[in-house]
């Protein structure tokens, strides 16, 4: 289901007035410099807690998209759409064990990991690992395939 999402503004007013819906990038223009610090502290996310309270979101699941680029990824991926099976998160596995430019295709395999494996033991478990990430300033940084692969390997393991 397509919701509002509610977040702290970081960009510039009408960032993407002139280029359409844009991914943000490791360096964006767009970002006011408030905009980087509260980006940087998970600060901006905090409206989402109004999204969870009148049942748009959960706590735990995949993160939401913005629809353009929802139909893009469908494109592109045919399996994307499967995420769509529970309901977006505040947080999620991707979120934990990825990074935030982690890969579209590399976070739909977490998601999906999660969506067929979920349990209320797994939500607790994320919920902690995400409050440990708040405090880890390097969790903006990208994985390469194979720590992922590696990765993916020991979540079937615990």
């Not at 509610?6 to 410099?33: C, H, W």
């Not at 939401?64 to 099976?85: A, D």
């Not at 999620?92 to 999906?112: H, I, R, S």
């Amino acid at each position: 289901k397509i919701f509002k999402i509610y977040k702290f503004r970081t960009m510039i007013e009408n960032a993407e007035a002139m280029s359409g819906p844009v991914l943000a990038q490791d360096v964006d223009k767009r970002i006011t410099r408030f905009g980087h610090i509260l980006r940087a502290t998970r600060l901006d996310e905090i409206p989402q807690i109004f999204n969870i309270l009148i049942g748009d979101m959960s706590i735990v699941g995949p993160r939401p998209e913005r629809p353009f680029f929802v139909e893009q990824f469908c494109k592109e991926i045919p399996q994307y759409n499967l995420r769509h099976r529970v309901k977006a998160g505040l947080t999620g596995l991707a979120q934990v064990q990825g990074k935030y430019n982690t890969t579209v295709g590399d976070k739909l395999k977490y998601d999906l990991l999660y969506i067929n494996g979920y349990s209320i033991a797994l939500d607790v478990k994320l919920m902690l690992q995400t409050m440990n990430i708040l405090l880890r300033k390097n969790s903006t940084q990208g994985k390469n395939t194979s720590e992922l692969e590696e990765q993916i390997n020991k979540l079937y393991v615990e």
